[in-house]
């Protein structure tokens, strides 16, 4: 469920479990040793999996934040570019890793810090030294959180799988909420956090997920709960070498833990969760499974981030990561803005840097600086302005380097998806291009991608519809994850991976399987197949499959796949079979809740013969160093 798509389609996530003791030494504070259990992902790049995870929770005044640290990010187009391992930290839960691949395996874990506006250090006087840091009235503002996950089956997509449970760490950042990891409450049917030193449990609710960020927001309405509880204090950016202190509840214990490092990368970082590439920081203290959604914290006791994900290599050991207070700020504001979460935008565009003085010189750019449009989503509005074979030489009046950069900091440069993410859905940005050689202005509205095969499931339960027997539902990341990319098919697989979606609400629907039956007979080994057309109509989406079903007074029913492979159905004899199929496999409904809704058109394709993959853009492609998708 982890952001970009895999780069690598067949490799199968095999892990041994090791364990492996860390002692991280900081600055002047010393950090125990413990325990770590971390899977060992496989060297190709892997899509996440979500099987259990753990949440957090902090405190902080995102606006304050944001004016704090105005710092450019950079964006890693695609998955890991660098084809490094990272692996979404699982926690203490009776529910292992069912197998699925991510482009970048990522183990995520919490930590927490409590911000008290009384509690500041000088640094040239003193730093937090361990005997007085399990006194410090922050950490009580770090809580256990308690999960149980109900997942829904994507093969059987009118059930839902087996529940399981798992723990995380969050913390407290005011007006009765808390902040922990997105991944931490997936799917979750019940929530509950304990205070430090408590041995009551507490409810909790959801309020928001920001998926391609991985942070949630909840909240507690016992005020039993919040008796003397103090949130955090959000702290700036912070700087390469600056000590940070990660505290949650990991596995090996019960109590708090506070582990020690340093800051050691500040770059746009692959999400694994979200499947996206946003600002992170890098640090060298021990996270483990637990840490998840706890807060970071820097010698100020100020909160600098939420740990959430671990790198783990043969080749590399300690690199943990942080989602910067930035990425949080944004994540709030979007929040009181629209009342819910609405995402980070995206520009929409494939680019190419232009490193080569040649290819400058043929583009009639007479400067060293700006990127190559090589491809446009057809859904964005950059559709309507920006065109393939345009340059793109400045955002918002920032000037945009031939490597795809923009000015980050002092002596820093950074991608130029960091001035995209420092946006919000609804919002315009001016592009400085050259078209031709001639340079011009244009103007763009700035909104969340859409994807044709999306990463995570709106609601949590996939749509469906049976007919016959013949069970349809869209194509998506967590059905492709479940069924094992062997069982989807190459030419399904390719199509996940390189098309671009033409239209909203364009979606793969594919005859998932055939529940045999006498009205289906001949069928029964079919699945795992793309219908494309239904009575000569080319299909746009399940609602719009069920909606021709529905109106359909034709005595047959003809399903064309690919490769020209047509299946025909009585259409009487196909609706009496209906209810005695549904009663055989013990199905509550032919089709879930949200296709009894009335059809809307919302328009769709314009160039009816074209098929899938003629538009190809994919991680794959982002991967190769010189292209760059914002």
Request: glycine share 8%; net charge negative.
């Amino acid at each position: 469920m982890a952001v970009a798509v895999s780069s690598c389609c067949f490799s199968v996530l095999t892990s041994t479990v090791k364990f492996r003791s860390s002692l991280a030494s900081q600055r002047p504070t010393s950090q125990g040793s413990i325990a770590s259990i971390c899977p060992k992902a496989s060297d190709h790049r892997l899509r996440t999996s979500n099987p259990k995870r753990s949440p957090s929770s902090s405190s902080f005044s995102h606006k304050s934040i944001r004016e704090k640290q105005a710092v450019p990010q950079k964006n890693i187009p695609g998955r890991s570019n660098d084809g490094k391992n990272y692996s979404s930290a699982d926690e203490n839960s009776g529910r292992g890793d069912r197998g699925r691949v991510q482009s970048t395996s990522f183990k995520s874990f919490g930590t927490q810090r409590k911000g008290n506006k009384d509690f500041l250090f000088d640094m040239k006087e003193q730093l937090v030294e361990p005997e007085n840091f399990q006194d410090t009235a922050f950490l009580n503002a770090v809580v256990k959180v308690y999960c149980t996950h109900t997942a829904p089956d994507y093969s059987l997509p009118w059930q839902k799988q087996r529940q399981y449970t798992s723990t995380g760490s969050a913390f407290m950042i005011g007006d009765g909420k808390l902040l922990t990891n997105a991944h931490c409450v997936e799917h979750d049917t019940q929530v509950k956090v304990k205070r430090r030193g408590d041995d009551t449990k507490y409810v909790a609710k959801v309020l928001a997920r920001g998926v391609d960020c991985d942070i949630a927001l909840l909240s507690v309405e016992s005020k039993e709960f919040w008796e003397g509880a103090e949130s955090l204090d959000f702290g700036r950016l912070p700087s390469l070498q600056d000590a940070v202190t990660v505290v949650g509840y990991p596995l090996g214990g019960d109590t708090i833990s506070v582990t020690k490092g340093v800051v050691s990368r500040i770059e746009v970082t692959s999400y694994a969760h979200g499947s996206s590439d946003l600002l992170g920081i890098q640090i060298d203290a021990a996270i483990n499974p637990g840490n998840s959604g706890g807060p970071a914290f820097n010698d100020q006791g100020e909160c600098i981030g939420v740990a959430f994900q671990v790198y783990r290599s043969e080749e590399a050991e300690n690199i943990g990561y942080v989602i910067p207070t930035t990425v949080v700020s944004h994540f709030l504001e979007d929040y009181e803005r629209n009342g819910k979460y609405t995402g980070f935008p995206s520009l929409g565009v494939l680019l190419q840097k232009l490193e080569n003085p040649a290819l400058r010189a043929c583009l009639k750019v007479q400067s060293n600086e700006g990127v190559l449009v090589r491809r446009v989503e057809p859904t964005t509005d950059a559709n309507k302005v920006l065109k393939e074979g345009d340059v793109i030489v400045s955002f918002d009046d920032v000037r945009v380097g031939c490597e795809g950069t923009v000015p980050f900091r002092s002596n820093e440069r950074i991608a130029f998806r960091y001035l995209i993410s420092q946006k919000f859905a609804g919002d315009v940005a001016e592009l400085g291009i050259i078209r031709a050689g001639k340079s011009m202005k244009v103007q763009a509205v700035l909104n969340p991608r859409v994807h044709l095969v999306p990463y995570h499931i709106d609601g949590d339960q996939p749509s469906y519809i049976i007919i016959a027997g013949l069970v349809f539902t869209p194509l998506s990341e967590p059905l492709i994850d479940e069924e094992c990319e062997d069982s989807i098919g190459l030419k399904l697989l390719v199509k996940a991976r390189y098309s671009l979606a033409r239209f909203k609400g364009e979606q793969i629907v594919i005859l998932s399987q055939v529940l045999a039956n006498e009205a289906n007979i001949g069928y029964e080994d079919m699945g795992n197949q793309q219908v494309l057309k239904f009575n000569g109509t080319r299909i746009k989406n399940i609602h719009h499959l069920a909606h021709l079903i529905d109106s359909c007074k034709d005595q047959y029913l003809v399903f064309e796949f690919e490769d020209n492979y047509i299946a025909v159905l009585e259409r009487e004899a196909a609706v009496a079979a209906s209810s005695c199929i549904l009663k055989d496999y013990g199905i509550p409904s032919e089709r879930s809740s949200d296709l009894l809704e009335p059809y809307l058109d919302l328009g769709g394709y314009n160039q009816a013969d074209q098929d899938f993959g003629e538009s190809p853009v994919s991680n794959l492609e982002i991967g190769i160093d010189g292209l760059l998708w914002t």
